[in-house]
């Protein structure tokens, strides 16, 4: 079934700038909910936090977000201070008088938005209450072991509470009625039949119903039965990743830790060309299936069979960067690293010595004699080090305890296709269950170090209603396997006429069956097992000129005309739109990112190391900026068109109208 096209990327052909009828913010308060505000949960977190500055710089002050409270997130990430709004402190202090504890403050992130917290612990006794208004109200009950739907009960109700004392709200509207629901046999069978239809009413109930991607659009028709307005895609701060002309370099930089580690892991069996090492990688929350760690592995096994077969003497690294349950880092993956600390020591002991007795010889005039620079001691220590690299036992799949073994499915799956690190695979597998930290002692690296100094991020998932780690590849310039059953997949998709030459790999998990999905899978990591250093230089500049397309100064837009839809849907005397129309708009002009280099082959410097096999490979594939552009032009559909970002004064408390 092709997907439904709503209000969207290619079927919008412009965004009301309301120049002439322009929203007064002055007199008016944003109020944005979620359950992610300074609350880290997943992915909508970055969604909300990147997205932050784009609203503060529409709406200045008049912008408030709303989320659950939790003391340390509180104490870590908000800046408390009192309310600029009179009656926004009169609701509060409703609140407080009636037991419920609601705090206020500034998050700490770019843009600095005002936050309302409300304690979901304080205000639980009003739990078994405000479960019978619900049921009055839409005939729907909650069970009492479901914390997570008996909490965002409580949330809302407080913040529901919260706006009858702002008097935003006609308390006869709150609600709807309905009759009936068709509900899903999966919904009850599941015990989520509660849940399903608080998101339908909560759908239903919507003056303005969004969902972030085409492929949520097709599901919620399909389960919510009401097709969204608007279709919001998720975009990301591209400035905090920017790296101008030198991402090239921090990739260069990131992959030489990288490979300091895999030294420590592979000690012993390091007969592989870390020159000719590929790293792979796939990173979020450990969901074996919808993240696509079951296809990524079946495919792993399917590319060494093919590296073998071809004698290719590239090896590939794959990391599994998903957190699951562990007592500690594993023995011999410490050990791996102390090892290789030990040697590079003893080689820096070495080398100071040979230099320093080089030195001298030179300054006698002499010619050093080689067999005596080195005396028998310096040797006894270098063969000490060598002894000490001796390894009985294959390099460890993974580098923590796991406390489940024999149950994770990831470990349970290598088993299935033997790839155990062995000398002969040309495929080595590395699982890292717990999020990357500069502060580790075995991988000291941030997750966006780590992704920049990798080859290509692997993410086919089954299930994902925007992915943001191939968006974040995205923007720092490293290729990317994503799906046509991803709101990012099918963004690039819609956009991109040849996504795999700007680095953007989409395998089908739509139309093909599994085995089919997993050889195209392993078609894609064969091909660019293939490519030569130079053409991954070049499919990288062409992944990072994408970053604007991901921009929320550009994909901000639609929430903006979501916000002003509602107002005309909720006050049409006073906000008047035509969603149909089409303004008058500037073009959206897609520009050449000054991370580009005039031409690799020009510029030695493109990336530090600079090497002869590189020189050889040159005229492979020329490198022409006048051509690259037009490759975009070609390339790249316009999503939308768009006139300059309005920007908004920020208020200062006190200038607000009312």
């Known amino acids: 079934m092709p997907l439904s096209r709503s209000l969207s990327m290619s079927s919008l052909s412009g965004l009301p700038l309301w120049e002439e009828d322009d929203l007064p913010v002055e007199n008016l308060l944003l109020f944005e909910v979620a359950w992610e505000v300074t609350n880290k949960v997943g992915g909508i977190y970055t969604v909300i936090q990147t997205k932050a500055k784009i609203t503060v710089d529409e709406w200045g002050e008049n912008f408030f977000m709303m989320g659950p409270y939790y003391e340390h997130n509180f104490k870590t990430q908000v800046e408390q201070c009192d309310p600029p709004i009179a009656a926004i402190k009169v609701a509060m202090d409703s609140l407080i008088n009636s037991g419920c504890q609601v705090y206020f403050g500034r998050w700490l992130i770019e843009g600095s938005p005002y936050v309302i917290l409300f304690d979901i612990g304080s ?3 009003n739990l078994d209450r405000w479960k019978g208004d619900l049921w009055d109200a839409c005939s729907i009950g909650l069970p009492y072991h479901d914390r997570e739907a008996n909490d965002s009960l409580i949330l809302g109700s407080l913040i529901a509470w919260f706006f009858k004392e702002l008097k935003c709200y006609d308390d006869t509207s709150y609600f709807w009625s309905f009759d009936s629901f068709n509900l899903d046999k999966e919904a009850g069978e599941r015990q989520i039949y509660h849940r399903c239809c608080l998101e339908r009413a909560a759908v239903h109930c919507a003056h303005v119903f969004t969902t972030v991607s085409q492929i949520t659009a097709v599901e919620a028709n399909h389960m919510l039965h009401r ?45 592989f060309n870390l020159e000719k090492t590929l790293f792979f990688f796939i990173a979020g929350r450990y969901e074996f299936s919808n993240k696509g760690a079951d296809i990524f592995l079946e495919s792993l096994s399917r590319l060494n069979y093919l590296l073998r077969v071809h004698k290719s003497d590239v090896t590939v690294v794959a990391f599994f960067i998903m957190p699951a349950k ?11 690293q102390a090892v290789r600390k030990q040697l590079w020591d003893t080689a820096q002991f070495a080398k100071e010595k040979f230099g320093k007795r080089l030195y001298e010889a030179l300054l006698r005039g002499e010619i050093p004699d080689m067999n005596k ?20 036992t294959l390099p460890p799949v993974t580098t923590h305890n796991m406390l489940d073994d024999s149950t994770d499915q990831i470990l349970a799956n290598v088993r299935r296709i033997g790839l155990f690190n062995s000398r002969n695979d040309r495929v080595k597998i590395i699982f890292h269950p717990e999020f990357l930290s500069s502060t580790s002692p075995l991988l000291p690296m941030d997750y966006e170090e780590f992704v920049r100094g990798c080859h290509l991020g692997v993410f086919p998932s089954y299930y994902e209603p925007w992915g943001y780690t191939p968006g974040e590849c995205t923007v720092m310039g490293i290729p990317s396997v994503t799906t046509n059953l991803s709101g990012f997949g099918c963004f690039m998709e819609e956009h991109v006429s040849d996504p795999a030459a700007y680095g953007i790999y989409i395998v089908d998990r739509r139309f093909r069956s599994a085995d089919e999905s997993c050889n195209q899978l392993t078609k894609f990591l064969f091909s660019f097992c293939q490519q030569s250093r130079r053409q991954r230089i070049i499919q990288r500049n062409r992944t990072e000129r994408l970053s604007d397309l991901l921009d929320w100064r550009y994909l901000g837009r639609f929430y903006m005309h979501a916000r002003h839809l509602a107002l005309s849907r909720s006050f049409p005397d006073k906000f008047k739109m035509d969603p149909t129309a089409t303004p008058p708009t500037e073009g959206f002009r897609y520009p050449r990112p000054p991370s580009v280099p005039p031409s690799p082959s020009a510029s030695l410097h493109s990336t530090p190391h600079h090497s002869d ?5 040159e005229d492979e594939e020329p490198y022409d900026e006048d051509d690259e552009a037009e490759r975009d032009r070609q390339n790249i559909k316009v999503p939308f068109t768009l006139a300059p970002v309005p920007r908004r004064k920020k208020k200062q408390p006190g200038e607000y109208g009312n």
């Not at 990743?241 to 030294?263: G, P």
């Not at 001691?377 to 009985?392: V, Y």
């Not at 096999?613 to 490979?617: H, I, Q, R, V």
Request: charge should be negative; glycine fraction near 4%; aromatic fraction near 10%.
């Open 227 to 271: 097709n969204p307005d608007v279709v919001t895609p998720n975009g990301l701060n591209v400035k905090k990743f920017s790296a101008m002309h030198e991402f090239q370099n921090l990739h260069s930089t990131n992959k030489t830790q990288i490979q300091e580690f895999v030294r420590g892991h592979f000690y012993g069996h390091l007969d």
């Open 326 to 336: 562990t007592n500690n880092f594993n023995v011999e993956t410490l050990k791996g």
């Open 123 to 125: 205000a639980a006794w």
């Open 613 to 617: 096999e590189e020189d050889e490979e």
């Open 373 to 392: 620079i080195l005396d028998r001691d310096d040797f006894t220590i270098m063969k000490r080090a060598i002894f000490a690299t001796q390894r009985h």
